[in-house]
């Protein structure tokens, strides 16, 4: 079995900043790619940012310049730096990794429950 849990989530002020950590456990052999997605009440859920196991980042246009994906590989975990937030970052942010567990032979997506940020002052 595998679990990513989410933490950090809460209520910011626009300007202000948060820190979304996102840890996986369980049978895990090797992890190729973790990413954060955010899903706004009536939107699709749509990637934020991303990291591969050898460090490359990815950002939406959205959050480029004010959000840093990084990862500790050694913990299997991957957090999410949001600087300058603003209103429209308000979402439910999901944690999402490609994990091949020990014995088998692909990797399959797993996601985290989700964490509330909202941006209001």
């Known amino acids: 079995q595998v679990q990513l849990v989410e933490s950090g989530g809460g209520l910011v002020q626009p300007g202000g900043s948060l820190r979304l950590s996102c840890a996986a456990s369980g049978n895990i052999f090797s992890i190729n790619a973790m990413d954060w997605y955010r899903q706004a009440p009536g939107e699709q859920r749509e990637l934020v940012a991303a990291?591969?196991?050898?460090?490359?980042?990815n950002y939406a246009d959205s959050v480029k310049g004010r959000f840093t994906i990084s990862a500790e590989h050694a913990k299997n975990t991957v957090y999410l730096q949001m600087v300058s937030v603003k209103p429209e970052d308000t979402a439910v942010y999901y944690c999402?990794?490609?994990?091949?567990?020990?014995?088998?032979?692909?990797?399959?997506?797993?996601w985290g429950q989700g964490t509330q940020v909202t941006v209001s002052s």
């Open positions: 990291i591969t196991s050898g460090g490359v980042t």
């Open positions: 999402h990794a490609n994990i091949q567990q020990r014995g088998l032979g692909v990797s399959l997506p797993y």
